[in-house]
């Protein structure tokens, strides 16, 4: 059963307090989709199964309360825990992962704490790294709460009115709408893919710019000089004795 089917499956009084789990545990750093629970979850406040107000108040709870627990875990196990988790999870925090995390944090600093609540990698990693590269916690706790309530308000409020439109329009273009819409989800996923892609491709090449330069490579078809020897010393020739 997929996350939104089983979201609807569970009565509405308790889906305020699953959005808030499911998405506190994907800050904490534990792999869980946190965007499609939260998105199904608006998609339904839409069609007046729950409230829009209360799934935006728990995803930003959610959110807010499981970065700052996952901060705490990341300032006390620091870089041997991702070091441990890589080695039994190499899917989810796998050198690379780990890589690409840490050069986003050098580059935006405390902002990617705010940045990462919209890229999923960040997403799980953004509390724990924060923890471990002894980030000051005034400037995580600015930046959780920001980008807490931008990502999980705006979301839920985007998706109930884009929902509400959407019901609205269907009634008299059904299949038309089914189009689009199909159509719209295709373009936009290869988009994100392809800017993904893309931003993953400059992470690594910044990455390789910053590398230390190994020793100089000998030039293509030529041996590898080796170093000059010192010239061994001559020895002083010999006086001949004189002739008596």
Same mark, same amino acid.
């Given at each position: 059963?997929?996350?939104?089917?089983?979201?609807?499956?569970?009565?509405?009084?308790?889906?305020?307090?699953?959005?808030?789990?499911?998405?506190?545990?994907?800050?904490?750093?534990?792999?869980?989709?946190?965007?499609?629970?939260?998105?199904?979850?608006?998609?339904?406040?839409?069609?007046?199964?729950?409230?829009?107000?209360?799934?935006?108040?728990?995803?930003?709870?959610?959110?807010?309360?499981?970065?700052?627990?996952?901060?705490?875990?990341?300032?006390?196990?620091?870089?041997?825990?991702?070091?441990?988790?890589?080695?039994?999870?190499?899917?989810?925090?796998?050198?690379?992962?780990?890589?690409?995390?840490?050069?986003?944090?050098?580059?935006?600093?405390?902002?990617?704490?705010?940045?990462?609540?919209?890229?999923?990698?960040?997403?799980?990693?953004?509390?724990?790294?924060?923890?471990?590269?002894?980030?000051?916690?005034?400037?995580?706790?600015?930046?959780?709460?920001?980008?807490?309530?931008?990502?999980?308000?705006?979301?839920?409020?985007?998706?109930?009115?884009?929902?509400?439109?959407?019901?609205?329009?269907?009634?008299?273009?059904?299949?038309? #709408? @089914?189009?689009? =819409?199909?159509? %719209?989800? +295709?373009?936009? &996923?290869?988009?994100?893919?392809?800017?993904? $892609?893309? /931003?993953?491709?400059?992470?690594?090449?910044? #990455? @390789?710019?910053? =590398?230390?330069? %190994?020793? +100089?490579?000998? &030039?293509?078809?030529?041996?590898?000089?080796? $170093?000059? /020897?010192?010239?061994?010393?001559?020895?002083?020739?010999?006086?001949?004795?004189?002739?008596?």
């Amino acid at each position: 059963m997929h996350i939104d089917a089983w979201i609807e499956s569970v009565p509405p009084g308790w889906v305020y307090a699953l959005i808030a789990l499911i998405i506190g545990l994907e800050s904490l750093g534990i792999p869980l989709p946190g965007e499609i629970a939260l998105v199904s979850a608006a998609l339904l406040s839409s069609r007046g199964v729950v409230s829009p107000w209360w799934i935006a108040i728990c995803a930003i709870l959610g959110a807010i309360i499981g970065d700052s627990i996952g901060y705490s875990i990341g300032r006390r196990g620091g870089k041997p825990l991702f070091e441990k988790l890589g080695r039994k999870f190499p899917r989810h925090f796998g050198p690379e992962h780990l890589a690409s995390a840490e050069r986003s944090f050098q580059k935006w600093g405390m902002w990617a704490v705010f940045f990462g609540r919209f890229i999923a990698l960040l997403r799980i990693f953004a509390g724990p790294l924060a923890g471990a590269l002894r980030m000051p916690y005034w400037k995580f706790l600015i930046a959780n709460v920001l980008g807490g309530v931008v990502w999980a308000g705006g979301t839920t409020l985007l998706v109930y009115h884009v929902g509400k439109v959407v019901e609205q329009w269907l009634k008299g273009f059904s299949w038309v #709408g @089914l189009v689009l =819409a199909a159509l %719209g989800g +295709a373009f936009s &996923a290869w988009l994100l893919k392809r800017r993904a $892609a893309k /931003a993953r491709a400059e992470d690594e090449a910044q #990455g @390789l710019l910053d =590398a230390p330069p %190994g020793p +100089a490579a000998a &030039a293509p078809g030529t041996a590898a000089t080796p $170093a000059t /020897a010192p010239a061994a010393t001559t020895p002083a020739t010999a006086v001949a004795p004189a002739a008596d």
